[in-house]
């Protein structure tokens, strides 16, 4: 398994990804997902097994700590510069699962926004997976305010520098 930068190529499998990793009221769209990867390539990653892409990340760069609902819509809300690197999604294919492969997804996020200065990396997620999320350093923030999909959501923070806060 390797995990490399998404290429233009990858975008038909990361769309199937999606569908079938979230449900439909939280599913990136196709259109939604071609204009993340055009603003923001750079800030997609794929795991890729035996040829096959079985899973990804992405998401964009924002000046605050928090992931509020527009940025989801919204590809131009993008800072290539912006202080904190945001996670729009982790998806592996059911198949693919338990493997480590989002763990390394994540690492390898995580990494790239440190390699490009940015002060953390910002998500939401569910309460099962806060835990998770835990083990690699983020931080519960709080209920969001978030009402993606209709669901209930986590503010989950990760700072780089722990003394650091905006």
Known sequence: MSIRNARAGDLNAIIEIERVCFPPQEAAGPQALTARFAAFPECFFVAEEEGRVVGFINGCAHDEP???????????????????????GLDVLPDYRKKGIAASLLRRMIEEARARGRKGVVLTCKDALRPYYERFGFVWQGASASTHGGASWNDMLLLFDAGQRD
Do not use: I, M, N
């Not at 992931?67 to 945001?86: F, I, K, M, N, V």
């Open 66 to 88: 928090c992931l509020p609902d527009e940025l989801y819509h919204d590809a131009s809300l993008h800072r290539p510069d912006g202080a904190y690197q945001t996670v729009f």
